[in-house]
């Protein structure tokens, strides 16, 4: 019921918990009950905590009540000995049948929620859903780690990463997995982070503002994750980094990035595909660089289609392409800062793109095929070293 329930930790440097769920049960918060952490029960930056601690499968958490860490009133209130070490809720082992749904997490010291599976050798986390529930100034808001069968939706997320950059939702070693309709702000990493290996995951109808990077995919060593579909997000404003990245390392395979909008990207690029395989950036919306542009690519085979490139400001580029064998169809560009389309590849086909700046291949590529584009500015081809068909384009200033 309604009322502020002072909890502590059971065993502090042996289990950390206050609440143990080591049973199956349907553990209900009600609307205007508030679990807190005791003033002073964290008292140097060794110590870890856990809110509530979930041991146990087929466990229930729901109800509009709050979960306060109480980060202001610990005498030490750091996040701890690492990021994982301070959390609201810890599901810990190869569970099963998993919900949290309504609940308020607030003024967490580390993470909000992380889900911990074990690994691929013993068993991992399964059929788990996290929905309508509200993060609040946490420094990491939900982590998966070693999940499958992972229903993220409806969530909202506001983070507090005044004490070093982390993601808002952070998806490890996770297959079939959706992260959708969410609203996300303030994380100086990415609003959501999909790396290490995993498949079948969809990120989906997220709002995302004023984060680091938008939405990151990829793994900078090891293996990166494959089958991801990362469609219809807003991410206003990234801050430091990309709107969405591949990243840079062993990146991904089959990655498909549709139909988002991404708006007032103020450091780097909208799009930006360091590394991976088998890439398609198709119907995308992007508005507003401050500098940068608004798609680098330098994945071979990367296919770049039917998007909106709009006020890209500075020198930067509409689509900077780097990579070999990759086609550039039907994007419309306009106020570009510098060139409409700059090829830094071979064997590219370049075909029915209609944009207000100047198509320029000018490293020494070769092989490229530029066919049925509307250009007001023409097409600069000094640099390449083996003719260039540039037949049907129209309009523009020839260097040839």
Same mark, same amino acid.
């Given at each position: 019921?309604?009322?502020?329930?002072?909890?502590?930790?059971?065993?502090?440097?042996?289990? !950390?918990?206050?609440?143990?769920?080591?049973?199956?049960?349907?553990?209900?918060?009600?609307?205007?009950?508030?679990?807190?952490?005791?003033? =002073?029960? $964290?008292?140097?930056?060794?110590?870890?905590?856990?809110?509530?601690?979930?041991?146990?499968?087929?466990?229930?958490?729901?109800?509009? @009540?709050?979960?306060?860490?109480?980060?202001? /009133? %610990?005498?030490?209130?750091?996040?701890?000995?690492?990021? &994982?070490? #301070?959390?609201?809720?810890?599901?810990?082992?190869?569970?099963? &049948?998993?919900?949290?749904?309504?609940?308020?997490?607030?003024?967490?010291?580390?993470? /909000?929620?992380?889900?911990? /599976?074990?690994?691929?050798?013993?068993?991992?986390?399964?059929?788990?859903?996290?929905?309508?529930?509200?993060?609040?100034?946490? #420094?990491?808001?939900?982590?998966?780690?070693?999940?499958?069968?992972?229903?993220?939706? &409806?969530?909202?997320?506001?983070?507090?990463?005044?004490?070093?950059?982390?993601?808002?939702?952070?998806? *490890?070693?996770?297959?079939?997995?959706?992260?959708?309709?969410?609203?996300?702000?303030?994380?100086?990493?990415?609003?959501?982070?999909?790396?290490?290996?995993?498949?079948?995951?969809?990120?989906?109808?997220?709002? $995302?503002?004023?984060?680091?990077?938008?939405?990151?995919?990829?793994?900078?060593?090891?293996? @990166?994750?494959?089958?991801?579909?990362?469609?219809?997000?807003? $991410?206003? *404003?990234?801050?430091?980094?990309?709107?969405?990245?591949?990243?840079?390392?062993?990146?991904?395979? #089959?990655?498909?990035?549709?139909?988002?909008?991404?708006?007032?990207?103020?450091? %780097?690029?909208?799009?930006?595909?360091?590394?991976?395989?088998?890439? *398609?950036?198709? &119907?995308?919306?992007?508005?507003?660089?401050?500098?940068?542009?608004?798609?680098?690519?330098?994945?071979?085979?990367?296919?770049?289609?039917?998007?909106?490139?709009?006020?890209?400001?500075?020198? =930067?580029?509409?689509?900077?392409?780097?990579?070999?064998?990759?086609?550039?169809? !039907?994007?419309?560009?306009?106020?570009?800062?510098?060139?409409?389309?700059?090829?830094?590849?071979?064997?590219?086909?370049?075909?029915?793109?209609?944009?207000?700046?100047?198509?320029?291949?000018?490293? =020494?590529?070769?092989?490229?095929?530029?066919?049925?584009?509307?250009?007001?500015?023409?097409?600069?081809?000094?640099?390449?070293?083996?003719?260039?068909?540039?037949?049907?384009?129209?309009?523009?200033?020839?260097?040839?």
């Amino acid at each position: 019921p309604a009322g502020t329930y002072i909890v502590s930790r059971v065993d502090p440097g042996t289990t !950390n918990y206050c609440l143990n769920i080591n049973k199956s049960l349907h553990l209900h918060i009600h609307a205007g009950a508030t679990i807190k952490l005791a003033d =002073g029960d $964290i008292t140097n930056a060794t110590d870890p905590a856990y809110m509530i601690y979930i041991t146990a499968s087929n466990v229930y958490v729901s109800g509009f @009540g709050k979960l306060d860490m109480n980060k202001s /009133g %610990q005498t030490d209130s750091t996040i701890g000995p690492n990021i &994982n070490s #301070r959390i609201g809720i810890f599901a810990d082992g190869a569970l099963d &049948n998993l919900a949290i749904k309504d609940i308020e997490i607030y003024d967490a010291l580390g993470n /909000g929620i992380y889900l911990n /599976g074990d690994d691929a050798t013993t068993g991992v986390m399964t059929n788990v859903s996290i929905t309508n529930t509200r993060v609040n100034l946490a #420094r990491e808001g939900i982590l998966f780690h070693w999940a499958n069968n992972v229903r993220c939706t &409806n969530n909202t997320l506001f983070c507090d990463n005044s004490t070093g950059a982390q993601d808002a939702i952070e998806v *490890s070693e996770c297959d079939n997995f959706i992260v959708n309709n969410n609203y996300i702000q303030g994380a100086l990493g990415s609003g959501v982070d999909i790396f290490a290996a995993g498949e079948q995951c969809t990120c989906n109808g997220n709002v $995302i503002v004023e984060c680091g990077n938008g939405i990151a995919v990829g793994n900078t060593s090891g293996t @990166g994750p494959s089958s991801v579909t990362v469609a219809g997000n807003v $991410i206003e *404003s990234p801050l430091t980094t990309f709107g969405i990245s591949v990243t840079t390392g062993v990146g991904a395979d #089959r990655v498909i990035i549709d139909g988002n909008i991404i708006r007032d990207a103020q450091s %780097q690029h909208c799009i930006d595909i360091r590394t991976g395989s088998n890439i *398609s950036v198709i &119907n995308n919306l992007m508005d507003t660089t401050s500098i940068g542009d608004g798609v680098i690519n330098f994945v071979d085979g990367t296919l770049i289609s039917g998007n909106n490139i709009f006020n890209i400001g500075g020198s =930067g580029k509409g689509i900077r392409n780097d990579g070999d064998n990759c086609t550039i169809s !039907n994007n419309k560009m306009l106020t570009i800062g510098g060139d409409g389309i700059e090829l830094n590849g071979a064997n590219n086909f370049v075909n029915g793109n209609n944009l207000s700046a100047e198509i320029i291949d000018d490293n =020494g590529t070769s092989n490229i095929k530029i066919n049925n584009n509307v250009t007001t500015s023409g097409l600069d081809n000094t640099g390449a070293t083996t003719p260039i068909d540039h037949d049907n384009i129209i309009g523009g200033v020839w260097t040839v």
